[in-house]
């Protein structure tokens, strides 16, 4: 009954795993307006299989918190930061410009 444990625990991890990259995928589509329906169907299933190994879980007594390691996935690009520019001199704001003439 131990083993069982372990290997739903493990299972559950894994599969903790997976819908997390299947959100991720599913939201980048959703971000650029692509159809997502194929991702969602798989997640509901990945839901539906994780709901019966919890339940499976409890009836073999296991009440532990299962943790996961982080697994972060950015939604959306890091903003550029700004790099300080130096300060004007005297020279570069008064100094002779050549402008064109038509």
């Known amino acids: 009954m131990d083993n069982r444990i372990n290997d739903i625990r493990r299972t559950i991890r894994a599969l903790r795993v997976s819908m997390r990259e299947a959100e991720a995928i599913m939201h980048e589509q959703i971000n650029r307006d692509e159809d ?20 499976e879980r409890t009836a073999l007594g296991d009440n532990e918190p299962i943790l996961v ?13 700004l790099v300080a520019a130096a300060a004007p001199t005297v020279a570069s704001v008064f100094g002779l410009r050549l402008v064109a003439r038509a």
């Open 36 to 55: 997502c329906s194929f991702v969602a169907q798989d997640l509901i299933k990945m839901r539906l299989v994780m709901s019966g190994l919890v339940k």
């Open 69 to 81: 390691n982080s697994f972060f996935i950015p939604r959306r690009r890091p903003t550029r930061r």
